[in-house]
């Protein structure tokens, strides 16, 4: 296990600012999520902390060294890629052992290091097949079992769930969680999926135009966004926005209820026209406007709306957020 400090991070191409003075700290053993929206510089962070790119400014500091200047296999890193890298004409054995016969470490040496490691990712016995020859889980499993087997200080992850289908990737997001809590290795994730964000990180640093908005629990980045890039990024459906008295008010889609439902509460009254309805079985989304603003709600209560209905919604004061339409910055009371 190691920490990981990052210290006035800077990386430009040919003028353009990919990562912008970035501060952020990775305690040992946690796992923190990089979560941002396509070029918002989160990959070429992890690349940065990889050695794969030199930083234009700023220190990365591992364990307590500075590794501006080291290779990526003196890092004490391993990374996991996103189309897991597998070679197709080796075994699962093959693949896992590779790192190891590279540095040229006896047979036997590497058949327990491989079996340990393989054991840990219940792919035991997987080994003597080829890549073609198991699903996209296993393969993402036999990709981390091959950064594992270096022991790495840092483990470093690139959105390495994406290319599974919605139902294994919840599994495989399940698996990794329990498996990262169980080695205990610092972690860097990537991912532009809030779900898997929410569900793996520790903590999550949002990402926008190369620079950290906000880090956070996942509770704390939903329910206390410092900014409205945050508050409305995260979030499915996203954030309500609509200004008031100069001021933006934000709202979650679950904290807009029919106002029959809060008869006694400190609400703010609002009449929304619907304009489409989603049932969802468990749920329903309301689509519609307040005002000039176009609002969400997410409830679970069987009105009978249709498209041109007006009704009255309402929302608890303690579930307002307001924001500076100039600077996009959360007010504070």
């Known amino acids: 296990m190691a920490n990981v ?77 996103q189309s897991y890298a597998l070679y197709p004409h080796k075994t699962v054995f093959g693949n896992i052992s590779f790192p190891l016969t590279v540095e040229g470490m006896p047979r036997e040496d590497i058949r327990k290091k491989v ?26 499993r036999v990709a981390i079992a091959r950064a594992l087997v270096r022991r790495p200080k840092v483990l470093l992850m690139d959105e390495p769930l994406s290319n599974l289908d919605a139902k294994v990737r919840h599994t495989a997001r399940e698996e990794l969680k329990l498996f990262q809590r169980e080695i205990n290795v610092t972690t860097i994730y990537v991912t532009h999926d809030q779900a898997e964000a929410m569900g793996l990180g520790d903590r999550i640093a949002v990402m926008h135009e190369g620079t950290v908005r906000q880090v956070g629990s996942p509770y704390s980045i939903y329910n206390d966004p410092q900014n409205m890039f945050v508050a409305g990024f995260v979030g499915i459906p996203p954030m309500n926005f609509m200004e008031q008295d100069g001021v933006i008010l934000g709202f979650r889609p679950e904290a807009l209820l029919p106002a029959e439902a809060l ?15 989603e049932d969802l079985g468990s749920h329903r989304l309301v689509y519609g406007t307040i005002g000039k603003a176009k609002v969400i709600a997410n409830h679970s209560f069987r009105l009978n709306l249709k498209e041109g209905d007006e009704h009255e919604f309402a929302v608890c004061s303690q579930e307002l957020r307001r924001f500076d339409p100039k600077t996009g910055e959360r007010i504070r009371p």
């Not at 790119?53 to 591992?62: C, L």
């Not at 490691?117 to 993402?140: K, T």
């Not at 609400?267 to 929304?272: E, T």
Request: aromatic letters at 4%.
């Open 5 to 81: 400090h990052l210290a006035g991070i800077k990386k430009h191409f040919d003028g353009v600012k990919a990562v912008d003075g970035i501060d952020l700290e990775i305690g040992d053993g946690e796992f923190l999520v990089l979560l941002g929206p396509s070029g918002s510089g989160k990959t070429t962070l992890m690349r940065l902390v990889a050695g794969l790119e030199k930083p234009t400014g700023g220190q990365i500091i591992i364990d307590g060294q500075t590794v501006n200047d080291l290779p990526p296999r003196d890092r004490g890193i391993a990374m996991v890629f």
């Open 115 to 140: 079996e340990w490691a393989a054991g840990l990712l219940g792919i035991g016995h997987l080994l003597d097949r080829l890549p073609s020859r198991i699903s996209g889980g296993e393969r993402q």
């Open 263 to 277: 008869p006694d509460k400190d609400c703010m009254r609002l009449k929304l026209l619907v304009e489409r309805v």
